[in-house]
């Protein structure tokens, strides 16, 4: 099996950077991380400012880059309904009073009803107002998204391929949807049948582990989203959260710097990211927990009147400590 390399922050910004460079072949990009690493606080607060500083400074082919967008698509149930939402992120509102008409088109794909207009023409619809080859558009929560991953990821080569668009998407790559609800059940079916013998027969019944093993060996194939993959996708980045770099980032975002409570959580941050390193846990959110529960605490231990005025510091610090590792055990627990 093959080590997994996580690039830095900064790597995967120097990557981002050269692939909106790069003009020899049309191709997206995919950041691949598992859920609550914190992708998406990475791609608001690290990689758009620093893409957005960037293209700022830059003309290409005559071409000035005009800004990123970024459209979730988390819960997004059809193209049009994509269609939809990344129409209005893009065209400026100096332009919008033009597209009244257009909208109610697009409130009536929204409704369900049958419109035929090929998702296809998005493109050329986009271009009658703003040139969509200046914007860099990022997709997130590809995984979350409830159409189907063929037509969502060939809606977006369109851009790719006939607009020339820089395109970043943003998933947990392993909870992408893949399979048929119409011949799945059929499949764990066939693969719990001991008559078809494929490695060697164990007794009792099979686990849950062995069934989909089975199912693998008898159903190879490559699924659509691979064929697509292979298309539309020329680079993954495999992202996992530089704790060095996140901790104190959340620290400073939370928590006024005057705070006592700021200065000390600083001074334990190596303690806290030598934990989760240990525990190989980069889950995002498990500090976030951590950090919504100390400030809580924290308001609570200055109400009480202390005899010695050094009395709240020597709590807080214990506090702090047997906080952060109950909370990291509890968090972890409810995950489980």
């Given at each position: 099996m093959h080590e997994i390399i996580y690039p830095t922050n900064d790597e995967i910004i120097s990557i981002v950077i050269d692939y909106i460079k790069n003009s020899i072949y049309k191709y997206a990009i995919l950041?691949?991380?598992?859920?609550?690493?914190?992708?998406?606080?990475f791609i608001k607060n690290m990689l758009m400012p620093e893409i957005n500083k960037y293209i700022k400074n830059i003309i290409k082919n005559d071409l000035q880059?005009?800004?990123?967008?970024?459209l979730s698509l988390n819960g997004l149930e059809s193209i049009n309904e994509i269609s939809a939402k990344l129409f209005f992120s893009i065209i400026p509102e100096d332009k919008r009073t033009i597209t009244k008409n257009l909208s109610s088109i697009l409130n009536t794909f929204l409704k369900g009803r049958n419109v035929n207009i090929n998702v296809n023409d998005i493109g050329n619809l986009l271009s009658s107002f703003v040139n969509i080859s200046e914007y860099i558009i990022i997709f997130d929560d590809l995984e979350r998204c409830k159409c189907d991953i063929a037509e969502t990821l060939g809606f977006i080569n369109g851009f790719v391929e006939h607009n020339n668009t820089k395109i970043i998407l943003v998933a947990n790559e392993?909870?992408?949807?893949?399979?048929d609800s119409y011949t799945e059940p059929l499949k764990y079916i066939a693969?719990?049948?001991?008559?078809?013998?494929?490695?060697?027969?164990?007794?009792?019944?099979?686990?849950i582990e062995q069934i989909k093993?089975?199912?693998?060996?008898?159903f190879k194939e490559e699924s659509k989203y691979d064929r697509i993959k292979e298309k539309l996708i020329g680079q993954t980045i495999k992202y996992r959260p530089d704790l060095n770099k996140i901790i104190p980032a959340l620290i400073k975002d939370n928590i006024d710097e005057k705070n006592f409570l700021y200065r000390l959580l600083l001074?334990?941050?190596?303690n806290f990211i030598k934990l989760?390193?240990?525990?190989?846990?980069?889950?995002?959110?498990?500090?976030?927990?951590f950090l919504s529960i100390i400030i809580k605490l924290d308001k609570l231990i200055r109400k009480v009147k202390y005899e010695e005025k050094d009395e709240y510091e020597k709590?807080?610090?214990?506090?702090?400590?047997?906080?952060?590792?109950?909370?990291?055990?509890?968090?972890?627990?409810?995950?489980?």
């Open positions: 950041i691949d991380g598992e859920w609550g690493s914190g992708k998406t606080w880059y005009k800004k990123t967008v970024y392993s909870e992408i949807e893949v399979s693969a719990t049948q001991k008559s078809i013998a494929i490695e060697k027969q164990t007794e009792g019944s099979f686990t093993e089975r199912i693998d060996k008898m001074q334990e941050q190596g989760m390193q240990n525990d190989c846990s980069y889950n995002f959110r498990t500090f976030q927990f709590i807080i610090k214990i506090v702090i400590k047997y906080c952060f590792h109950i909370s990291f055990i509890f968090y972890q627990i409810g995950r489980a």
